[in-house]
């Protein structure tokens, strides 16, 4: 029973309420992503909120996101010091916005920034080509000519159009935040799609 207390001990009861007033996590779910992420360290436990870990091992006892096609960019957007690591909070902030409970427009305004590939603040042909390949490209493919072959450059020329006219209200040729807020707003199923079921 104390070995159990000892796990939590760098989480005080001060800092999860805190937590739970930041995130739309709930306390049993903060102590379960606490313990998952524990796993990381070779003694099973956090000895510090503030240890960085590399993505790499994050990847793997966060299972949600070791084949999620977007994970590179996952991990650039919610990376505070932009290191290429993560410590807790913000593996804490990554669950909050893939949380249930997160509204649509915060959602919205995380997968905007994870999908503006080139960071100038809109998505863009360049940008969406980028998700249409990720999304498209299957593990199973083992050739570039077999990967190629899957979808041709006109269709994806064509589906970027779309995507652009749709969502662009000033038809500027990209999408802002705002617009992309907006247009994802719309979509009743994006709420669940970006999310994490823990």
Same mark, same amino acid.
């Given at each position: 029973?104390?070995?159990?207390?000892?796990?939590?001990?760098?989480l005080t009861e001060g800092?999860?309420?805190?937590?739970?007033?930041?995130?739309?996590?709930?306390?049993?779910?903060?102590?379960?992503?606490?313990?998952?992420?524990?796993?990381?360290?070779?003694?099973?436990?956090?000895?510090?909120?503030?240890?960085?870990?590399?993505?790499?091992?994050?990847?793997?006892?966060?299972?949600?996101?070791?084949?999620?096609?977007?994970?590179?960019?996952?991990?650039?957007?919610?990376?505070?010091?932009?290191?290429?690591?993560?410590?807790?909070?913000?593996?804490?902030?990554?669950?909050?916005?893939?949380?249930?409970?997160?509204?649509?427009?915060?959602?919205?305004?995380?997968?905007?920034?994870?999908?503006?590939?080139?960071?100038?603040?809109?998505?863009?042909?360049?940008?969406?080509?980028?998700?249409?390949?990720?999304?498209?490209? *299957? $593990? %199973? #493919?083992?050739? @570039?000519? =077999? *990967? $190629? %072959? #899957?979808?041709? @450059?006109? =269709?994806?020329?064509?589906?970027?159009?779309?995507?652009?006219?749709?969502?662009?209200?000033?038809?500027?040729?990209?999408?802002?935040?705002?617009?992309?807020?907006?247009?994802v707003g719309k979509m009743?199923?994006?709420?669940?799609?970006?999310?994490?079921?823990?």
């Open positions: 029973m104390g070995s159990s207390k000892s796990k939590f001990s760098a800092i999860l309420e805190e937590y739970t007033i930041l995130t739309y996590l709930s306390k049993a779910e903060i102590l379960y992503i606490y313990k998952i992420f524990g796993q990381i360290d070779q003694t099973g436990a956090l000895h510090s909120l503030n240890s960085r870990f590399p993505c790499h091992y994050v990847q793997e006892v966060f299972t949600q996101l070791k084949y999620n096609p977007f994970r590179d960019r996952i991990f650039q957007v919610f990376s505070s010091e932009e290191d290429g690591k993560m410590s807790f909070e913000d593996i804490l902030d990554l669950c909050s916005a893939m949380s249930e409970k997160c509204p649509a427009s915060v959602k919205a305004a995380w997968a905007f920034r994870i999908l503006d590939f080139d960071g100038d603040g809109f998505v863009g042909e360049d940008d969406l080509a980028q998700v249409i390949q990720r999304l498209t490209q *299957r $593990a %199973g #493919y083992r050739t @570039e000519e =077999e *990967r $190629a %072959g #899957y979808i041709r @450059e006109d =269709e994806q020329n064509h589906i970027i159009k779309i995507l652009i006219d749709e969502m662009s209200i000033e038809s500027s040729g990209k999408v802002s935040i705002q617009e992309f807020i907006h247009a009743s199923e994006f709420p669940h799609s970006f999310c994490f079921r823990f």
